[in-house]
């Protein structure tokens, strides 16, 4: 077990105010760590959001009439979401009562499991076998010696494609990792290895993603609205359309260093808010869903890289001097690396379209996982998740959602790139790819509505990157700041996870507030005799 340490600064929790910029999943598990575990009230919390919505990148909204929107889902995994659940634990139910929102997550899961017939198919239709994963001679020597002999500091900046060969990009494996986890060939070598050894449990079931967790509706509602709920009923504030503008430093004559001022626009009018030592301040440094833009069936997103995204332009005022805050530019200088598009498809009183999705993958809704037709230029998936996903989604209408990972290419039924596309024709190369008849297509399409998202810096988190590339969660020398988000290092956690925020936010209540308990572990799965012996199989396979 290990300790995060202790601020010099002594704080009484009754006296210490906290400031919290960004009101996303680091900084609402942050609200409920110093709450339960250093006994802050929570009238002393204020939670600054940009946004006229709390959750950050968690999100989830709409109707029926206009069509529901999930921008993105995060995969959960119950052995290796320690921190998560462990939050959950002190949040109650909003759909239960005297059952806290673990015990809900858990119960959910226990009975509604995840098992994919049609994890690939292929150009034809067809599912792709993949019980083999194709690797090479190569293939296999080159992952072990990613696992076993690398170190971070020894890849560095090396991309994925600097350490695997032209063969391994045509696995079922590389197919089947890629599209879970959302990773490019360009990406970081060493996220990749994070992520191996991480989810080194889940290599021998990636065929059927046995292993995803899910919640009974979208991440808005099953997550962020019971943490809201919970952190408003004890008085926290969760202050919208705030945006942040500059954090202020100093350092006092012991050499600490400490922010001293926020300032924040809010409605028009500039604010500025005094910080005192004992005080607290967490930055939320990068969102991957800053400057996305929405459309809908007839419309097109706009694909926005002409100004710097909010939460990385303060970012990058902040850091202006100080390399301990580390490089931004390194994750967000890069948008075309970084952005993908997804799509959220709401089918209203006409079930055709989703009895053949049914048909083709051969799972009832929430049973199966992410499709991925390989062969498709832009590298389409989607998944059906258990309906409804909406706590207020009619029984008459039914959601899916889906995302493509190759932006810049002409689509195979569609012959335009698909940042490009309208929802209708993003249907279009769906449909396309199903192989449903063109005659049928048009009365597939009745009462579909397909609502589009481009998101700019989606996996900018990816990006390879050195060491000191991400600021510590507690730059050294500071005494009553710390970063919250997925840009902050938490050693050998992964990125593009909620565990990975959430872990950062205990980091930082633990350390300034010197709460006394030994920080969560992480669940080391590689040290498994038995998963190692399972992984080693499937390596060979």
Known sequence: MAKAGKSSIKRRPATTNVYMIG?????????I????????????????????????????????????????????????????????TEIPSIEFDDISLEEEFLEYNQEFKTHSRARLVDKNGGKVDVTQMGFSPDDRMDMEKLILMETEKSLGTKRIDEVFG???????????????FAFQPWSSAAELRRYMIRFMHEFPRIHTLAGVARTAYNQHDSIV????????????????????????????????????????????????????????????????????????????AKYNTAQTAPSFELW?????????????????????????????????????????????????????????????????????ARQPHFKNQPMDTQIFWGYALNMFVDGD????????????????????????????????MRGVICRTSIMPYITSQFQPRKIGDRPL???????????????????????????????AAQR????????????????????????????????HS
């Open 33 to 88: 760590y110093l709450i339960r575990d250093a006994r802050v009230p929570g009238k002393n919390i204020k939670i600054f959001e940009s946004l006229d919505v709390d959750g950050g990148s968690l999100d989830g909204a709409g109707d029926a009439k206009r069509g529901y929107m999930i921008r993105g889902g995060r995969m959960l995994n119950i052995p290796t979401y320690e921190c998560l659940q462990d939050v959950m």
């Open 413 to 444: 039924y569609v012959k335009k790139p698909m940042y490009k596309c309208t929802g209708r024709e993003i249907m279009t190369e769906l449909m396309g790819q199903l192989h449903i008849p063109k005659r049928d297509q048009a009365e597939m």
């Open 508 to 539: 930082a209540v633990y350390y300034l507030m010197g709460v006394d308990k030994d920080l969560t572990p992480i669940s080391k799965h590689q040290y498994s005799p038995r998963t190692l012996l399972k992984s080693f199989l499937k390596l």
């Open 166 to 180: 032209p063969h391994f990009f045509k696995t079922n494996f590389w197919f089947m990792w890629q599209t879970t």
């Open 316 to 384: 990058k005022k902040i850091a202006n001097g100080r390399p301990e805050f580390g490089d931004p530019d390194v994750f967000c200088s890069r948008p075309d690396e970084s952005m993908w598009m997804s799509f959220t498809v709401t089918i209203n009183n006409n079930p055709k379209l989703f009895e053949y999705i049914q048909r083709f993958t051969r799972n009832h809704p929430g049973g199966g996982a992410l499709v991925t037709f390989k062969d498709s230029a832009w590298r389409l998936s989607f998944v059906v």
């Open 473 to 503: 969660v507690i730059p050294q020398g500071y005494e009553n700041f710390a970063f919250v988000s997925q840009f902050a290092e938490v050693p050998d956690d992964v990125v593009f996870t909620m565990e990975y925020s959430v872990r």
């Open 225 to 300: 609205k019971p943490m809201v709920d919970w952190l408003r009923g004890q008085g926290a504030q969760i202050i919208l359309g705030a945006r942040v503008t500059d954090i202020l430093f100093d350092q006092n004559k012991k050499g600490e260093n400490l922010a001293t001022k926020i300032e924040y626009v809010q409605r028009g009018k500039k604010h500025t808010i005094n910080v005192a030592p004992t005080d607290i301040v967490t930055f939320t440094n990068g969102c991957m869903t800053d400057n996305s833009d929405e459309a809908s069936t007839d419309t097109v």
């Open 23 to 31: 009101s996303g999943i680091g900084s609402l598990a942050a609200a």
